[in-house]
Every structure is written in structure tokens, then in C-alpha cells.
């Protein structure tokens, strides 16, 4: 049975994304690991307050309520305690269960400068070996992938591993894909070739279509384009070149990551 690798804080945001997570496992017939990672003694966020203080017996029982609330749901749900970074423990576990896929909530961040929040999610994004879902805390519907926004540079692209999984959910739910170009000037023969890089994750899908969305910001121009198609996720594509920009929130995936009022699926290069 696949696995979904949930990661929670017992945040607000942390538990909307269990709940979508839920949705999510019961139509794929998946089980969730909900995975808690306290930050280790050398880690940066060790000793400034970041996280409560609580015994383990306490993460326990948090851990046991919200597996008990998934179940309910007629999901089955295991949990895990770790401790260490959060990027690299999460990937060692998607690793040790071959996670089909990683999920974790935003906290609401609207009103902060993007350099300085400190999310998570952007960790996840860079060092987890399969792909990554990020649910935005105000985002509340229960709605499965039916519509998405593909984006694309028109760039060759080196996928890894993930992207055979991303294939797997992609061809599982089958939704209508309209795969984005944003730019100021109209290319329509490059974007014919870019498309094509995209082959290994859209193999099999049956809905796909290419269309040009004419802005002078990538950022701003994805974003509009996915509620101009009324996309429920936009997939992104994390460039090798672009895993530092993620550490300072200046690359168009993690300010997408900030500002996307819908889930994001995140799948990296190789």
C-alpha cells in the first residue's frame, strides 16, 4: 500500500494539511505516516522557543489524537517521533518508506516580507527524494486535483526519481493539465519544444493543453494564471540550479510556495 508522509508541528496549518492529506490517501487507497520532527540539540532552532517544550509521552498523545481523528476516516495512520533537521529527517523517512508523497501546511504568511519567513515547507521542497504538497493553512476545500497549472520554462529538464511518483498521481486522477508559459512576448514554437520536455510527467495524462500567459513577472503571471484556468494545484518544477534561491525565498518557487492560495505539488530535478 503507498504511503503519504505527513508532517505536522500541531500547528493550525499543520493540521489542515492532515485533513487534505486524508482526502488525498482515502481516494488513492494509501495509509499516512504522520511524522513530528523535534530540532535537534546542534540544530538553530534548538533553543529559541520555536517549538513548545513538551515530553514525549505529550508528542505521543498529540500524535495518537490526530492519527485517531484520520482513521475516522477509514484511513489507517501510523506515527513517528524523530529529532534533527527537518529536511533531512523527512527525506531519510520518505526514503525508509518510500513515500509516494510528502505533505505539509503554510502557515498564513501574507503579511510578512518573504525573506523573512521561515517555512518548512521550503526545507521539504529541497531535500525530499519524492514530491512534495504544500497545503496553504486558509486553503479549506476538500477538492481533489481535477484541474492543474503545469509551469514551464521551456528549459531541458533533468528529473529525478520523484517524478516517476508525480507520473503515478497524475495518472491516477487524471486531471484537465494546462501546462503555463509566462513571458511578456509570445513564443509559440519554443513552447511547442518546452512542452516536450515534459514528457516523463505527463505520460498517460489525457487532458493537456499548452497556452502562453502574457506578464512581466513569473511570480505574479503564474499565480493569475492558475485562477484564470480555476486550477486546484499548481505543479511546479524545482530547478537544481534554484535548491539555494529556496533558503532565501527569492526563486519563483518559493514565493509561488508563499503566495499560492492553492496546494502546490513540488517535484525537484535529479
Known sequence: MNTLLVLTDFTPAADNALHYATGLAASLQAHLLLLHVQPGLLSPDAFTGKYPSRSESELQALLDERCARAETSGVACASELASGSVGDT?????????????????????????????????????????????????????????????ATDLSDIDF???????????????????????????NPNELAVGATHLAPLLRDVSQVQVQHFRHSDAEEGLLAAAQSVQADWLLLVARQRSRLSLMFNNSVTAKVLLHSPVPVLVVAEA
Do not use: F, M
Open 90 to 150: 523527512v527525506a531519510k523517512a520518505a526514503r525508509r518508506h518510500h513515500a509516494l508523497l510528502a505533505i505539509a501546511g503554510k502557515p498564513n504568511t501574507q503579511e510578512t516580507q518573504d525573506e523573512l519567513v521561515d517555512s518548512a515547507s521550503l526545507d521539504l521542497v529541497r531535500d525530499t527524494p519524492c514530491p512534495v504538497l504544500v497545503v496553504p493553512e486558509s486553503y479549506a476545500s476538500a477538492q481533489l486535483p481535477a484541474r492543474l497549472l503545469l
Open 160 to 186: 529525478g526519481n520523484s517524478v516517476v511518483n508525480a507520473n503515478a498521481l497524475l495518472r491516477h486522477w487524471q486531471p484537465a493539465v494546462t501546462v503555463a508559459y509566462v513571458a511578456d512576448a509570445d
